[in-house]
Nanobody, 112 residues
Framework: QVQLVESGGGLVQPGGSLTLSCAAS????????IAWFRQTSEKEREGVSC????????YYGDSVKGRFTISRDNAKKMVYLEMKSLKPEDTAVYYC?????WGKGTLVTVSS
């Protein structure tokens, strides 16, 4: 059974940093690209970043480019999203995604 479990969300002040983690199980992670999306009640789900099965293939959305860094540890079956210089508009539920599978999300709130 495929499982994606996000963690690391929380409340952070503007300008702060947070690192999200996604623990993957139930599939051969090495064979798949993995993505982070985010969603608020007011906006459609937005692609934040994705990383291919070889780390040479990485994408960032324009709104996070230069501030977020995605990485993966295939041995630990983990994917990370390091977020710096956070802004209030980064507030959202962040989801880990592989193909048709989604985690339940972790809430990030950027507020003073």
């Amino acid at each position: 059974q495929v499982q994606l479990v996000e963690s690391g969300g929380g409340l952070v002040q503007p300008g702060g940093s947070l690192t999200l983690s996604c623990a993957a199980s139930g599939f051969a992670m090495d064979d798949h690209g993995i993505a982070w999306f985010r969603q608020t009640s007011e906006k459609e789900r937005e692609g934040v970043s994705c990383i291919g099965n070889s780390e040479g293939s990485i994408y960032y959305g324009d709104s996070v480019k230069g501030r977020f860094t995605i990485s993966r540890d295939n041995a630990k079956k983990m994917v990370y999203l390091e977020m710096k210089s956070l802004k209030p508009e980064d507030t959202a539920v962040y989801y880990c995604n592989v193909g048709p599978w989604w985690g339940k999300g972790t809430l990030v709130t950027v507020s003073s």
